[in-house]
């Protein structure tokens, strides 16, 4: 079993930066590719970024590419989402995810555990 915890969300102006922490408990961390998700109100939780087990390689949705960034810290069993030039249709409800299935996966379907989730909010 995996716990994850996010925290680090809030409210940002337009153009600010936030970073994300997802910690994770357990002693398997390194077994598991980390995603963020995003679920914007009134819309579907979608994908934003993914690294892989090592941190050696990551993806990121076209809608992040040169804004955000994907990290881990293994020897922490934490992973981060710093995220640079926010704009209002960043605001979502962010969740750090974890999964053994694939390689950087970006289907929901191959994540098996889930953080709460924790609050962006970009103002205009």
């Known amino acids: 079993q995996v716990q994850l915890a996010e925290s680090g969300g809030g409210l940002v102006q337009a153009g600010g930066s936030l970073r994300l922490s997802c910690a994770a408990s357990g002693p398997t961390f390194t077994n598991y590719n980390v995603g963020w998700f995003r679920q914007p109100p009134g819309k579907e939780r979608e994908f934003v970024a993914v690294i892989s087990r090592s941190g050696g390689r990551h993806d990121d949705a076209d809608s992040v590419k040169g804004r955000f960034t994907i990290s881990r810290d293994n020897g922490k069993n934490t992973a981060y989402l710093q995220m640079d030039n926010l704009a209002p249709e960043d605001t979502a409800v962010y969740y750090c995810?974890?999964?053994?299935?694939?390689?950087?996966?970006?289907?929901?379907?191959?994540?098996?555990?889930w953080g709460q989730g924790t609050q962006i909010t970009v103002s205009s």
């Open positions: 995810a974890a999964g053994p299935y694939g390689y950087l996966p970006q289907t929901q379907r191959n994540y098996n555990y």
